[in-house]
């Protein structure tokens, strides 16, 4: 068995780096745990983007943003729960965060995770995915696990009894395969082109997989090893509502690493610049040929 610390020290993770990390899955296990017993109600308060907050949201913030303040490499953070990005102080190290990606499905049971980008800048905006160092994303079901790159592959580790995490699955790949995630369904209604792509995966026989969560729907395509997940934009929100600097683009850097594909559409996810904290995306994500043949109909 290959813990965390011992596949860090063993691919040669920069030191700097690996520390970065093992402050980001010690926050990782703490959410684990407090998910279970934590308040799953309403925070009675909105997020940056007019989103009702739950009280479990604003809990797993301050978990990551502790654990954070306390690594003096990390100088700057950014959060899908915060206004602005926050100074910390002089480390080299960014992370970019969403704390709680999916919480509204905790008080039906369903997975939820935290997703983070780490960088070293001194500020998000203007940044690329391309610039990322590592990305994590980590999934609360029934069991805790996260799928991280440090540009060296795609890899699973699965949170032990005895509080470890262990290395589950090495070298993780995307290839191609009948499995669909459609986002954002409500776009049918005003984009025919997106209803007929909908439509011919369903005639096509692929199987759906799709909870309403980003996380767990993009970590199935890693451990299935193929799929796509589609978050078009339409006309009341033509880019969506995902964001680029918390959710799509660590999530894409990690597709890549695995041989998959991300985009918005017309361009690679990670080729986009950071033009404000809140910057949204549309985002098809998955098997190449899938995200290709999302560019071609939607085009």
Known sequence: MLKFDDY??????????????????????????????SDTGKAGSLNVFGEQQL?????SNKIIENHLKNNPLVGIIASEELPDEIR?????????FDPLDGSSLVDVNLAVGSIFGIYKTKSFIGIKGDDMLA????????????????????QEFVLSDEGD?????????VSEGKMFAPGNLRACKYRQDYFNLVVSWCKDEYTLRYSGGMVPDINQIFIKGKGIFSYPGYE?????KLR???ECGPASLLMEEAGGAASDGKARI?????????????????SKAEVKRCEDSLA
């Open 8 to 37: 860090l020290r063993q691919i040669g993770c920069e030191e700097e780096l690996s520390a970065v990390l093992k402050s980001i899955v010690d926050s990782i296990k703490e959410i684990s745990k407090s998910i279970k017993t």
């Open 55 to 59: 009280a479990l949201d604003i809990f």
């Open 88 to 96: 910390l102080g002089d480390g080299a190290y960014g992370v970019c």
């Open 135 to 154: 990305a994590v994303v980590a999934v609360y079901g029934p069991r805790t696990t996260f799928v991280i790159t440090v540009r060296k592959g795609v």
């Open 165 to 173: 995490f262990i290395l589950s699955k090495e070298d993780i790949k």
């Open 236 to 240: 009341k929100e033509p880019n969506g």
């Open 244 to 246: 680029l600097l918390f």
């Open 270 to 286: 990670l080729s986009k610049p950071v033009a404000s904290i809140d910057a949204r995306t549309p985002i098809f994500i998955g």
